[in-house]
């Protein structure tokens, strides 16, 4: 059993770090974008894009909606990879050892 639970934290943090590193892909591509350096008419860089805004959205959005740009910057972004930070660095490792304590 401590075995399934190791697996199963270790795949947790496994995809909050791939959110993680997608936030960030995200961030500099629209920086990219923005600066033109890349066009979204490339197809290329729109499907990928369009990928990571659609992974990245659902946890952005929320945040978004309660922080207010800082000047034109969305520092929501920022705020998500201190709380993934946090979550993988604090609350998995806790909760894991939490629950390896009870199967004993």
């Known amino acids: 059993m401590a075995a399934i ?3 199963v934290f270790f795949i947790a943090s496994a995809l909050l770090s791939l959110l ?3 936030i960030i892909i995200s961030a500099v591509m629209s920086w990219l974008v923005a600066f033109d350096v890349i066009n979204l008419r ?3 860089v729109y499907q990928i894009s369009t990928f990571l805004d659609r992974v ?3 946890v952005l959005r929320p945040f978004q909606r309660i922080i207010p740009p ?3 910057v ?3 972004a920022i705020i998500v990879l201190l709380i993934i930070t946090g979550i993988q660095r ?3 490792p806790a909760l894991q050892f939490a ?3 009870l199967v004993g």
């Open 74 to 76: 969305d520092i929501s």
């Open 56 to 58: 990245t959205g659902p």
């Open 20 to 22: 993680w590193w997608a």
């Open 90 to 92: 604090f609350i998995l």
């Open 5 to 7: 639970i190791n697996f």
């Open 42 to 44: 490339n197809r290329a």
């Open 99 to 101: 629950l390896l304590n």
């Open 70 to 72: 800082l000047g034109g």
